[in-house]
């Protein structure tokens, strides 16, 4: 088994970055596991096309660089995610396990975005309108139109 022990003063690097998300999970004994979420896309990636040139493609990296970060992630966790043979890529049990919870993290990734997104343009949250007792029969409903329209 392949196993690598991450040193713990990388856990001092951001954990957000402009573009880059990282994960940290406590693998195998409670060793820290840390990754980046791309390297999740490309695992996704291969786990569906499963071809390396085909994802490659996909991902808009070299297939050379795509076949290391594979190899990076499964050296990161301790298992083999793939089989390997000249003509054909499959996934291990381990390798597909992986990929739900894979898809799974990606999904949630996803959406985290577009909620801070809506949020920095003023598409979710919510409004606090304090008011007298008079205005709310002829300011109020007005001004609740006027914010529906927008």
């Not at 000249?86 to 049990?93: A, G, I």
């Not at 799974?104 to 801070?116: G, P, T």
């Amino acid at each position: 088994m392949m196993r690598k022990v991450v040193n713990h003063r990388a856990f001092r690097i951001p954990v957000l970055l402009r573009q880059t998300f990282f994960c940290v999970l406590l693998g195998v004994y409670g060793i820290p596991v840390l990754m980046e979420l791309r390297h999740l896309r490309y695992f996704v990636a291969v786990a569906e096309q499963l071809h390396f040139r085909h994802a490659a493609e996909l991902v808009h990296v070299a297939q050379p660089a795509l076949s290391q970060q594979i190899r990076q992630l499964e050296e990161e966790i301790g298992v083999a995610l793939f089989e390997r043979s000249h003509h054909k890529v499959r996934l291990t049990p381990a390798g597909k396990a992986f990929y739900e919870n894979a898809q799974r993290i990606l999904k949630q990734a996803d959406r985290a975005v577009a909620e801070a997104r809506k949020a920095e343009f003023g598409d979710a949250g919510t409004i606090r309108i304090g008011f007298v007792s008079t205005a709310a029969i002829r300011v109020l409903p007005d001004a609740v139109k006027k914010l529906q329209k927008l």
